[in-house]
């Protein structure tokens, strides 16, 4: 096996090694809260999960990359939720405070009697945030947690990147001043030159 | 003579330190009676913003590279809590005026003053705006409407800089509060 292979092979097992670790810890680290609002959601509701394609491999993404301080998330979509309006909230509540315990600070809830909730809650973890938001329609619900560090987003506000990749827009607008202004630079007298630059440019 | 010194010093820290939470915590209203209305509204809008969400907004806002930014974090940076209550009616006179009322009594408080007040017959509107204050500062604030079908509550507590949020108004997704001298009456419609 060459050196090349060797690395490759060290940095494959890595990889593996943090997705089979990290997963274990998270779950320890309120995936059992999550866990009991969605329980609570398929159980009482007979709910039906819908399943999201590839979401293993955001998630995977979203712990190696951590885009915008985001360190782990998780989402569970439901529909065909079969409840009662006019207990609906109450049954929530009772939910939410049994589940997410008093480290919890519900931020918002809205109720509406057409049966469309909303209940956002957060709490402190370390030198971390953990936000649950729970959503139900007519439809359908949808159950978000998600784990941020406050000062890495202020990091993400300040320089939005992504993989070295700038998304803000200014820079790349100046981006795409400076690519047009070295197209414009070029004499027009040379195609094939002009081409051969645009594509060292992309 | 000097321990005198020194201990005055001390009880006067600590009344510095103890003192503010206590006038802050003092400009909070009780919600409890608006809860009777949850049975009865067709829509319920809850908001809670309190020690550890404003603590994190401040975090955020300080690191932020931005100069309307850091406004924001000095416009929230004594803020001990807003909370904000609405409910929803599906007909006209679908509640209790007795249960606003109370909330109204409550800032009829030693420290509350009522700022603005308007009366309109049309919705059946009334709306008031007190506010607390602890020496030359701003405490609190609170904002009861109460319309036909509507019923809202807005409780800001700790100290706020007016000055800096008419500052900060249409920026940041912040509101554009419009406010000018002796504009308090010109709302009024009795």
Redesign the interface.
Known sequence: MSVRKKILFALAMGVLVFTFAASPLEAKDGGDEYGKVVKHLKTKYRAKKVKVPFMWLARFAVGVVRPGGVKSFNITLFDKLQFSRSTL?AEMNAALKDSLGPEW?????????EGDQVYMN???SGDS?KLMVVTINKEGAAIIRARFS??K???F??DPKIFGISLNDEAKEQEKGKISEGHGAKPPSEPAQQGDEAKKDN | MRSYVKYTFIALLLFIVCGSPANAQDASIRFDRLEQLESK??????????G??LD?AK????????PEAAKVAQAISGLKGIYVRVYTF?NENEYNMADIDEIRAQLQAPGWERMANVRSKKNNQKIDVFTKFSGDQMTGVAVVLSEAKTVAVVNVIGPIDLELLAEMSGKMNIPRIDIESGSENKGTNK
């Open positions: 909230d600070s519900p931020i918002l809830r809205v109720r509406s009697r957060m709490r402190e945030v406050p000062e987003l202020a990091d506000i300040n | 509204a067709r829509d319920v809008v809850e908001v809670n913003i309190d550890k969400l994190l975090r955020v806002m300080v690191k932020v590279k931005d599906a």
